[in-house]
Each structure stands twice: as structure tokens, then as C-alpha cells.
């Protein structure tokens, strides 16, 4: 299983990719630097790839879910409800392609805030 390491400020996420287009599309580019952008309980940062919506994109996603946002080619990250949400979901901004999941608890994401550098790199196996 691959597994890639998602470092923002004090915070560092462990997660599995999936088997998924997507998925394959950014391990490919692996190293991914960026700037952190939030909207509600989400990060999000552009990945340098773009995608199509995968067959089964959707726009509610659980925590812990890692997905790419193909409208606006960036990795999203939801740990709590964003300003489109309703009772407290995770509702990204549109579908998207779900494609690893966390290992460690999204919601110390929290802490990240707009434009503070993201690290996204394959995990030391």
C-alpha cells in the first residue's frame, strides 16, 4: 500500500491512497508544495494535476477522506463543516474525486491557516 505524508506547519498527516485515477495522477507528481487556503472546516491547496470528476465524485465526503476538487484542481481536505453544509457534514465546494485516506486525525488541520505551506510527499516506508 502507498501511503504519502501531508505536512502543513506543526502538522503532519499520514494518509493511503487509493486505487483511483487520481490517486495515480498525484503520485506521480509527488513532491506537491503549496499554500494553504481554508474554506470553513477544510483545507484545500492546488496540486499541480488536473482531473476529470471521477465516476462516483461526490460532494459530501466523511472525515478522514482525502479528495481532489477537479473544478478547482486542488486537493481538499474536510475535517468539519464548511459555509455550504448542512447539520454538520462534510460538504466540499462541488464533487470530488475521493482518492486516500487519513491515517492520522484530519482535524489537527485546524491549526493551518491561510497560506501557510503544504507538503504533500510519499511516507518513509
Known amino acids: 500500500m502507498r501511503e504519502i505524508l501531508i505536512r502543513a506547519g506543526g502538522v503532519a498527516i499520514r494518509a493511503r491512497l487509493l486505487q483511483t485515477p487520481t490517486?495515480?495522477?498525484?503520485?506521480?507528481v509527488l513532491p506537491i508544495y503549496?499554500?494553504?487556503?481554508?474554506?470553513?472546516?477544510e483545507v484545500y491547496f492546488t496540486a499541480g494535476i488536473t482531473a476529470e470528476r471521477e465516476l462516483g465524485a461526490r460532494d459530501v465526503v466523511?472525515?478522514?477522506e482525502i479528495a481532489f476538487w477537479p473544478d478547482g484542481d486542488?486537493?481538499?481536505?474536510?475535517?468539519?463543516?464548511?459555509?455550504?453544509s448542512k447539520n454538520g457534514?462534510?460538504?466540499?465546494?462541488?464533487?470530488?474525486?475521493?482518492?486516500a485516506l487519513a491515517l492520522d486525525d484530519v482535524r489537527a488541520l485546524k491549526s493551518v491557516?491561510?497560506?501557510?505551506?503544504?507538503?504533500?510527499?510519499e511516507a518513509d516506508s
Open 62 to 64: 466523511g472525515l478522514g
Open 89 to 99: 457534514e462534510i460538504r466540499l465546494a462541488s464533487p470530488c474525486n475521493v482518492w
Open 34 to 41: 503549496a499554500k494553504a487556503q481554508t474554506w470553513g472546516a
Open 23 to 28: 490517486a495515480e495522477r498525484i503520485w506521480s
Open 74 to 84: 486542488a486537493i481538499a481536505i474536510g475535517y468539519g463543516p464548511t459555509p455550504v
Open 113 to 121: 491557516y491561510p497560506g501557510e505551506r503544504i507538503a504533500v510527499m
